[in-house]
């Protein structure tokens, strides 16, 4: 039995989906904020801009590690960053001229981490500073301009995190604030102001914490963990308000690889190790729609997912080699 919610959704998803096709299993993925290009990070070593749109390849680049685990647009559009197992986070200008092989040079190494970087994002409005995770237990604000660390969060101090962190999220609504998830089974607050120590450290998940995000009021996050479920936390109280566990036996329940918020906030986007994708209600905590069993949907594991700036749009990856675009309302009549 759908509600209103699933049945408007099953309208717009089900049958209007848009594939992305690449050759090697997606790890990562994100959308430039005027919605119409999408970066993904793959197994070939490659990041690939695509125009969301039309389906076409925009840039292809050549990454200096193969094994790349992040990627993120700049706020303008104008740069991507990646990361990976080579510790390094890159930066790429899409203006820039390219080599005589045909690829797009590198133009900025940020060099320090020690351990692979796992996720990256930008300062929300701002090209030239980034946040990035890492392997190394600690998360790092850098100055592109000068490829130099402007704070570390964690390492020796006592209350950052005790083993790598997997994933990072900036405050929307501030962003001097951002939370970070780790194989340590929490989550952790910062403020980019005071690297010396986590604001406050959230418990809950007894698996590691794969993937964080801000809830668009910037007053609340949500969760993903290895232990099948996902979380929502308020940052002003510390308390634990939801739990969404899925509807499997004790000893059958898949991992969260990666979760998103719809633009108001009342649905939570969960991608899970076995390819189900569920649409929670946020306010009800009950699962509405599984894009998982839609003919349309990924033959593997679903690695990384994210909502288009304004809403409109869902783009899920997966190691079935492909990107999916499901798309909302109006958006529809445009892909």
Excluded at 237 to 248: E, F, I, R
């Amino acid at each position: 039995m759908f509600d209103g919610i699933s049945l408007i959704l099953l309208q717009f998803l089900n049958y209007f989906s848009k594939s992305l096709q690449k050759n090697f299993q997606v790890y990562s993925l994100d959308w430039t904020p005027e919605r119409n290009r999408i970066v993904s990070a793959s197994q070939d070593g490659r990041l690939i801009v695509w125009n969301a749109l039309t389906s076409q390849k925009t840039h292809a680049i050549k990454l200096p590690c193969a094994w790349v685990m992040t990627c993120a647009f700049s706020p303008s559009g104008q740069s991507v960053a990646c990361g990976g197992l080579d510790s390094v986070c890159s930066i790429f200008n899409l203006n820039s001229q390219t080599d005589r092989d045909g690829n797009l040079p590198v133009t900025r190494m940020l060099s320090g981490h020690k351990g692979y970087v796992s996720s990256c994002q930008y300062v929300p409005d701002e090209d030239s500073r980034l946040v990035t995770g890492s392997g190394d237990q600690t998360c790092v604000l850098w100055d592109i301009t000068t490829g130099l660390r402007t704070s570390v969060f964690g390492g020796e101090f006592q209350s950052g995190h005790t083993a790598d962190v997997l994933s990072i999220s900036i405050n929307g609504c501030n962003s001097k604030m951002f939370v970070s998830g780790s194989c340590d089974s929490t989550a952790r607050l910062w403020d980019m102001r005071v690297a010396s120590r986590a604001v406050r450290t959230f418990h809950g998940h007894e698996g590691d914490v794969n993937s964080v995000k801000f809830f668009p009021d910037g007053n609340r996050f949500g969760t993903g963990s290895d232990d099948g479920t996902c979380r929502l936390f308020d940052i002003r109280t510390g308390h634990q308000l939801q739990v969404y566990y899925q509807p499997h036996g004790d000893n059958d329940v898949p991992p969260v690889t990666s979760i998103a918020f719809s633009i108001s906030g009342r649905l939570l986007f969960a991608g899970y190790n076995n390819g189900d994708c569920y649409v929670w209600d946020t306010l009800l905590g009950k699962m509405v729609l599984n894009l998982g069993s839609l003919q349309t949907s990924h033959d593997g594991r679903i690695s990384c997912l994210g909502l288009s700036a304004d809403g409109s749009a869902l783009c899920t990856g997966s190691w079935d080699t492909n990107l999916k675009i499901w798309a909302f309302g109006g958006y529809r009549r445009v892909i």
